[in-house]
């Protein structure tokens, strides 16, 4: 088997002196989408802030494409061609959707797809039709969208998406599920942070369900949906 794109290993991590992740072991392949499942406070967010380097890794370890990132700073771990697309979106309010796309733009990395605006227009339509617009006078969904994109810019090869569906149309919703389809068939990885069990079954390969900031479930997502005791115990559905 081919080294993962995302191993990690141990990973421990607290806020002060509160401890919330205890000893995640995960992986993401090449070419693969990952659900990361649970419930509110279940530690999704967390496990992405400690992978990317914005929260403290007390103990374990976490590789990137082969290389100990765990020490990292964030903005290497995003050199290296790692993204991150929050759950908050953090679109630059003040900046039009070509300034934001702008400020997210790296040079084309080895294995990994290159994005143009042009490309991303393609993927969200909605966003070609305003590339004048500030990011402050925009829908949800469609700062979500441009999120998505200023992020695709940078030409990653692993992408972490922090609830992607949550709080935003159905219209858009689905356009998520064509994007993620869509990145799976430019050959990116993808971990996927979704409470959502239809959404996830539909554009990802594995799971992984989150409680309390401990793994309770690892397998196919298909193992996942049909299994109605783990759902029930581990989503509320």
Request: charged letters at 25%; proline letters at 6%; zero cysteines.
């Amino acid at each position: 088997m081919s080294e993962p794109m995302l191993k990690v290993s141990g990973l421990n991590a607290f806020y002060g002196r509160a401890h919330i992740l205890f000893d995640i072991d995960l992986e993401v392949a090449r070419g693969e989408v990952v659900a990361l499942m649970g419930r509110n406070g279940a530690g999704k967010s967390t496990t992405m802030k400690a992978i990317m380097g914005l929260l403290p890794r007390e103990q374990g370890s976490v590789t990137f494409r082969g290389a100990d990132i765990s020490t990292l700073p964030p903005y290497r771990i995003a050199r290296m061609g790692m993204g991150f697309v929050p759950e908050d979106r953090r679109v630059f309010s003040d900046l039009t959707v070509m300034e934001n796309l702008d400020a997210g733009r790296q040079p084309p990395r080895d294995g990994a797809p290159e994005w143009t605006p042009e490309k991303l227009f393609r993927l969200f339509p909605n966003l070609g039709e305003m590339p004048g617009r500030p990011g402050g006078q925009m829908s949800g969904g469609e700062q979500q969208m441009l999120t998505v994109s200023r992020t695709l810019m940078g030409n990653p090869s692993l992408v972490l998406l922090d609830e992607p569906s949550e709080g935003v149309a159905p219209i858009i919703v689905e356009q998520m599920a064509n994007m993620i389809l869509e990145l799976k068939r430019e050959g990116m990885s993808i971990l996927l942070s979704e409470q959502n069990l239809h959404f996830a079954e539909l554009v990802s390969d594995r799971a992984y369900v989150l409680e309390k900031g401990r793994i309770r479930f690892s397998g196919a997502i298909a193992e996942l949906a049909k299994d109605e005791a783990a759902r029930r115990a581990w989503l509320g559905v």
